[in-house]
């Protein structure tokens, strides 16, 4: 599938406030850092998270521990995919049991990725909470899942896809929203 | 580059890309033997049945952990117990069990090609866990992705091979993956035990073990099968044990950080020396950890998704 990029809803410096913001919202919802853990959802949760981490130590001087999660095990869309999806490596570098875990993403769409999220941290423990970051909220829900930490809301039709570009993979900073290309 | 609803037969016939899909995986799923609860949802509702017409511990056991962690129903069927002994056929057994709704067998048999056969016969896929002196294709991936644990390369690594290569599946899967992935193998084995055509498959073959684990980073030991024996392939366990036994002086041969591997069940102190087998070069017991990761990275390539 082609697409073609509409518009940029934000570049390097949109990026950097939105997690600069979330990563305020975090200290000042969870009072502080005590137990607080961020597990990014791979792919592109994962370096959101670390970038969040990075803020945390140096707005708050506090290592806060992140981790790295990987749902492919826990899709309800396995049979539906053409491709089968390769499955990384979980890797979460402390215990789960009684923390506060922050689960990143880039995008919420249908709440189905961050469905298969929450099975996947409750079977390696019980945290105290999970809560949800995500840099955009484009809509379109199909289950009662809500983010906690909105980095831009963005309203989007169902043919319409949000492209998050990290440095970390795509050498380049930018969301961008794009439509299938028409024949 | 997939094996989804594919079987898995030979090593001779997989690609080096799919032998590296299945180790990637492996690697992933190798955290889930960690965790206090180990097991995920993935294959849930999948039925996988293992077939064994040979004795096996580790083999059938890590297939159906395999299973379970990964929350398919594993059922075993045992030819001791069954009605092979009322004379019924491999392939009449085989579709009996399909049109009770199994997703997949898994089969060992003393037959060489029987895996081919059953895969021929039956709509499911088909593993194949060891076939007479054909194959033994999951032994041999997770003796790779145990080699890549220690080595993190297989390529440019020198392999030496001791001991049954006549009459032993997991040297000829070791052989075909270890050449496939670049290493340099080399065998060696009493000449009655070394089939004469060895060397068209890659390899370099010697009588004398010296000669095949001279600047080796992996020894591999093979199980002497015993009863061999009886066909006067070799005079005595004590002879054997004097000229091709792994001890401290023949390791010697190898690179100082090589690893020693053995399929298992061991002959002590035939094949192999205790205190070699309990050494710090030994990764006899990872390689069985192993066994579990490539064998739930297996089910999930071939069933994950699969309808």
Known sequence: ?183 | MSLRGNDLLSLREMSPEDMELVLSTARSLKEILSRPIKKVPTLRGKVVCTLFYEPSTRTKTSFELAARYMSADAVSFSSASSSVKKGESLADTARNLTMMGIDLAIMRHSVSGSCHFLAKVLDIPVVNAGDGMNEHPTQALLDIFTILDYKSRIRGLKVAIIGDILHSRVARSNIFGLTKMGAEVCVAGPSTLLPPDIERLGVKAYTRPEEAIEGADVVYVLRLQLERQAKSLFPSKREYRDFFGIDRHRLSYAKDDAIVMHPGPMNRGVEITTDIADSPRSVILDQVTSGVAVRMAILYLILGGWD
């Open chain 1, 1 to 183: 599938m082609q697409f073609i990029d509409k518009a940029e809803i934000m570049d390097v410096d949109g990026i950097r406030r939105a997690l600069v913001r979330i990563a305020h919202e975090i200290v000042e919802k969870n009072k502080g850092l005590d137990d607080v853990v961020l597990v990014g959802i791979r792919r592109r949760g994962v370096p959101l998270a670390r970038r969040i981490g990075d803020i945390l130590k140096d707005s708050e001087n506090f290592d806060v521990p992140v981790g790295e999660l990987d749902i492919t095990l826990y899709r309800d869309d396995l049979s539906l995919k053409f491709e089968q999806p390769h499955v990384g490596r979980t890797m979460l570098p402390f215990d789960v049991e009684g923390k506060v875990v922050v689960l990143v993403d880039d995008v919420l769409f249908t709440g189905r990725t961050v469905r298969a999220a929450l099975d996947a941290i409750i079977d390696l423990g019980r945290p105290a909470c999970i809560q949800l970051a995500v840099l955009v909220d484009r809509g379109h829900r199909e289950i009662p899942i809500r983010a906690d930490y909105v980095g831009k809301n963005v309203p989007t039709s169902r043919r319409e896809v949000i492209h998050v570009r990290l440095e970390e993979y795509d050498g380049i900073e930018q969301v961008v929203i794009s439509e299938e290309a028409q024949e």
